[in-house]
């Protein structure tokens, strides 16, 4: 029989197969390298992506922002302008108010009653003066009442007295000023006596 020395063949298949496992083995190693490049750059890929939605909503909510604080601003300015507005519309509703009293005092004055002193606060009026009898204080009292401009007359206090050897009664009283409106006023203005 004829022996065959197969030590060398099944070395060289060893060798084969283990160079083939090696072989395998490094594009196995050389696949998973790539995989997991390949999902970093899909993952890093988001990511930047994401920061750039992120950065884009940011620099839209700084712009948004500033638009509201302008709003805001703007809010404040008219505010204090609508304040103002109604100070200068009160001023020129008023200006007009102590020629109004003025004017109804001497027209609604009997002529038995003269004042002393009118003082004015705010939409309070006191009136003290002298009369030669009660009945003149009761006329000048409905005077009032008519008036368009007085309201409330309150009588505080009647006194007698004598004054330059003539008897007269002191008196105190309180009335009102009635507040008009801005269109009140400029009624008058737009439509002037005489015409329609």
């Known amino acids: 029989m004829i022996r065959i020395n197969l030590l060398p063949h099944r070395e060289l298949k060893r060798k084969a197969r283990q160079q083939q496992i090696a072989i395998l083995a490094g594009a196995v190693s050389f696949l998973g390298v790539l995989v997991v490049w390949g999902i970093y750059s899909i993952i890093a890929g988001n990511i930047e992506y994401q920061n750039a939605r992120n950065q884009f909503l940011q620099n839209r909510i700084a712009v948004l922002d500033s638009e509201i604080a302008e709003i805001r601003n703007i809010k404040t300015q008219t505010q204090e302008l609508l304040a103002r507005k109604h100070v200068v519309e009160t001023l020129q509703n008023s200006r007009s108010e102590v020629v109004h009293l003025l004017d109804q005092l001497v027209r609604l004055l009997p002529e038995g ?27 000048l009292m409905r005077n009032l009442e008519s008036s368009p401009w007085l309201e409330s007359p309150l009588l505080v206090e009647i006194k007698a007295m004598t004054v330059n050897n003539i008897r007269q009664n002191e008196f105190n009283m309180r009335i009102k000023l009635r507040r008009t409106s801005i269109d009140d006023v400029q009624k008058p203005l737009t439509n002037p006596p005489g015409k329609s």
């Open 113 to 139: 009653v003269y004042l002393q002193s009118v003082k004015q606060n705010d939409q309070n009026i006191t009136l003290l003066g002298y009369a030669q009898s009660n009945a003149w204080i009761s006329t």
